[in-house]
């Protein structure tokens, strides 16, 4: 059993900033890439950012200088630091991670259940 779960959401004014965990736990026997998406009322689920196991990352231009993605590889943890936060960025936001049980012994997607995160006055 694998579980990936966020924290760290929340109301914050425009302009202000949030940092986001999510810790994957379980029988975990390793982890390629994990990633935030968000979808917002009406939305589809759109990528966030993303990065390998060795650091690469991927930033949309839509958050690009405003948001980072970085990872604890020892904790299985994968963080979004959020900066100059703007309505528009109002959505529930989701972790995931490609990764690979003990069980199967293959790669698959895992999702956490998302946090809220709402940016308004």
């Known amino acids: 059993q694998v579980q990936l779960v966020e924290s760290g959401g929340g109301l914050v004014q425009p302009g202000g900033s949030l940092r986001l965990p999510c810790a994957a736990s379980?029988?975990?026997?390793?982890?390629?890439?994990m990633g935030w998406y968000r979808q917002a009322p009406g939305k589809q689920r759109e990528l966030v950012a993303a990065?390998?196991?060795?650091?690469?990352?991927n930033v949309p231009d839509s958050v690009k200088g405003r948001f980072t993605i970085s990872r604890d590889n020892a904790k299985n943890t994968v963080y979004l630091q959020m900066n100059s936060l703007k309505s528009e960025d109002t959505a529930v936001y989701y972790c995931?991670?490609?990764?690979?049980?003990?069980?199967?012994?293959?790669?698959?997607?895992?999702w956490g259940q998302g946090t809220q995160v709402t940016v308004s006055s």
């Open positions: 990065i390998t196991r060795r650091g690469r990352t």
């Open positions: 379980g029988s975990i026997f390793s982890i390629n890439a």
């Open positions: 995931n991670a490609d990764l690979m049980t003990i069980a199967t012994m293959t790669y698959r997607d895992y």
